[in-house]
């Protein structure tokens, strides 16, 4: 099993991590909790250590789904959770990074995911308000209460991770980057080498789209949150199809699976530790195991890298 260390002091991890999102139950379409326990539980068997979640998704219920599949393993691996994302008295979403939000949102994280020291928390999002040094002091305050191990900041850039850094040590940093999405990773590396600071990735498989299972007249219903995001909309969408394309017909010719070459893509890249995969169900799961102790020849990573950025700059045919 591939492994990387979390961190510059942290334990080794397995180089892919399940994601909680799809199985909190909301945006992804239909999900059921059995097949969702089913999916954690095959991912421990096939070695998978890392499962990252957050409080948001399905208001808590990932987090409680996560709990009840690890059952007593959950002491043994590590469990990833956020917070920084909570319902306002209106109902909408709203960011909220402030130290009394954080109090809150732990000790509902604790008791979901039925631990007394969660291994790594992170902010979720900053909320462009509260100070990141103040949510920093109070992540500190936390670890040293023993409520958290390490401190992980996801959705920053460089200068949010200095300030950080200059307040507390940061374990991990989480960022958007796949073959359609590759923005956050440069600015980062050069901190991230540095401070030894373990890079995860999100959304390596763009929510589904290099799997390989859409087409240009796929459609997303108002349960499936992917009818509002950009990369599944109009021109951008057209686009990436041809980047899927371009990693199904690399697939074939590795006889392997486009998730399994979309995400061994996203960990040859240099500089990423983790990446992180959704799944509703163990068959997704065992299928997106298959990427581990598999690097691409290096001539597919650099004709993907190049393919991608053709099909994203190029004109679209009339």
């Known amino acids: ?12 991890i397995s180089r892919l991590g399940l994601g909680g999102c799809p199985i909190g139950g909301h945006g992804w379409g239909h999900v059921d909790d059995h097949e969702s326990a089913g999916a954690v539980r095959r991912a421990l068997d096939l070695g998978i250590d890392h499962f990252d979640t957050a409080d948001v998704y399905g208001l808590g219920h990932s987090e409680e789904v996560l709990a009840s599949a690890l ?5 043994r691996v590590v469990v990833a959770t956020k917070f920084g ?3 306002a008295d209106d109902g909408a979403m709203t960011k909220d990074a402030s130290p009394a939000h954080l109090r809150r949102a ?8 039925r631990l007394d020291c969660i291994p790594l928390y992170y902010l979720h999002w900053p ?7 103040e949510t920093m002091l109070e992540l500190l305050r936390r670890r040293d209460a023993g409520q958290i191990r390490m401190i992980g900041l996801s959705n920053v850039g460089p200068e949010l991770i200095e300030r950080a850094l200059a307040v507390g040590p940061v374990h991990a940093v989480q960022l958007p980057f796949s073959l359609v999405d590759r923005g956050a990773l440069g600015p980062l590396r050069a901190i991230a080498d540095r401070e030894r600071i373990t890079v995860v990735t999100w959304g390596s498989l763009a929510q589904g789209l290099l799997t390989g299972k859409f087409t240009a007249g796929s459609t997303f219903d108002r349960d499936d949150r992917r009818h509002r995001y950009d990369n599944f909309s109009g021109d951008r969408f057209l686009r990436n199809l041809r980047v899927a394309d371009a990693v199904r017909e690399a697939a074939e010719g590795l006889g392997q699976t486009p998730a399994q070459v979309a995400l061994r893509w996203v960990l040859d890249q240099p500089g990423v530790g983790v990446a992180l ?4 169900r163990p068959e997704q799961v065992v299928d997106n ?3 581990l102790d598999r690097p691409l020849p290096a001539e597919v990573v650099r004709r993907l890298s190049e393919e991608a950025d053709a099909a994203l700059l190029e004109p679209l045919p009339v």
């Open 85 to 87: 994302v909570r319902r």
């Open 106 to 113: 732990l000790e509902g994280s604790l008791r979901r995911l």
């Open 277 to 280: 995969f959704g799944a509703k």
């Open 289 to 291: 195991a298959g990427a």
């Open 1 to 12: 099993m591939e492994r990387t260390r979390l961190g510059p002091d942290g334990p080794l």
């Open 71 to 75: 059952g007593p393993d959950r002491e």
């Open 127 to 133: 909320d462009g308000r509260t100070p990141i040094e």
